[in-house]
């Protein structure tokens, strides 16, 4: 009988052991500094945002439209007989090849000098222009003369290269022809129907 009383004993002080090694052991996984609480875990509620991560990329800026070019003046509509005989309209040419005209037009009207006046001749009608090109020899190039013949055919282009800038400043309103005298003043360093392709069909009017 009192060997059951021990043994009964024993027992139970081995379940107060068990049981008060257990409540310590969560005691302990309750305290640990790394579990969040449950207050904290309630202040994250769904409308709580992350912030941006440092070194996040800038907003992508708008680039500026491209500037487009403006419209094209209004063509002169006078007459090519008003034109050599108004005061100012070489200038306003000149104005416009400065503005609007290609390169190789530019450096052409360079060596004009102005207009030396309009004549009505038997195929077409001319607006005549005095420039500072050199006086070419025609009987040397009837000899042959490669040099002098050189030399024409570099005017006759450069007399292209105005008659196509004639053509984007003057409103064609007949076929016509441009002639650029020489610094003589006395033989034509080029003739050029006046037409926007003029480089194009070498001064031809046809």
Known sequence: MGSRRK???TLVCGVVMVSALVAML????????DSPSPD?????????????PAG?????????PERT???EPRKVTLSLAEIADTPGTFEQFKEYVTEHGTTEQKNAVRHLKGWRGYERKLAYPALEAASDHPTVDYEAIDS??????KKMTALEKQSQYVAEALAGWWEIDETAVLQVYDRSGEYAAGTSCIRPDTVEKEGSCI
């Open 144 to 149: 042959g003369d490669v040099a002098e013949r």
């Open 26 to 33: 969560g005691g302990c996984g309750d305290d640990s500094p």
């Open 69 to 71: 070019a403006g419209p």
């Open 40 to 52: 904290a875990a309630s202040t994250a509620g769904p409308g709580a945002t992350a912030s941006a």
């Open 56 to 64: 996040s990329p800038e907003p992508a800026t708008q680039e500026e």
């Open 7 to 9: 043994n009964g004993s």
